[in-house]
């Protein structure tokens, strides 16, 4: 089992940033990807942004000009900043890991953009 924790959801203007971050725990070993998912209400969760072990980046095509991900393996976190932030960047933003082909998930952390 992999714990996720994630931690730095709060509230922003537009135009502001925030940077997310996810702690891994249990069994670390054989997680061959990290990253990040988001659901607003009434949708359904969507892809941000993973990386792999090797360090190969994956972005929803529309958010790849704002944000990044970043992962220190050494110490199993996965960080997202997010830049330019827009109303409708406003979810609830999800840590994520996969192992031995099994998604884990964190429980989420609220980001809300206001205009």
């Known amino acids: 089992q992999v714990q996720l924790v994630e931690s730095g959801g709060g509230l922003v203007q537009a135009g502001g940033s925030l940077r997310l971050s996810c702690a891994a725990s249990g069994s670390l070993v054989g997680i061959v990807a990290m990253g990040w998912y988001r659901q607003a209400p009434g949708k359904q969760r969507e892809l941000v942004a993973t990386?792999?072990?090797?360090?190969?980046?994956n972005y929803a095509d529309s958010l790849k000009d704002r944000f990044t991900v970043s992962r220190d393996n050494g110490k199993n976190t996965v960080v997202l900043q997010m830049n330019s932030l827009k109303p409708e960047d406003t979810s609830v933003y999800y840590c994520y890991a996969l192992r031995l082909n099994t998604a884990y998930w964190g429980q989420g952390t609220q980001v809300t953009v206001s205009s």
């Open positions: 990386i792999s072990y090797g360090g190969t980046t």
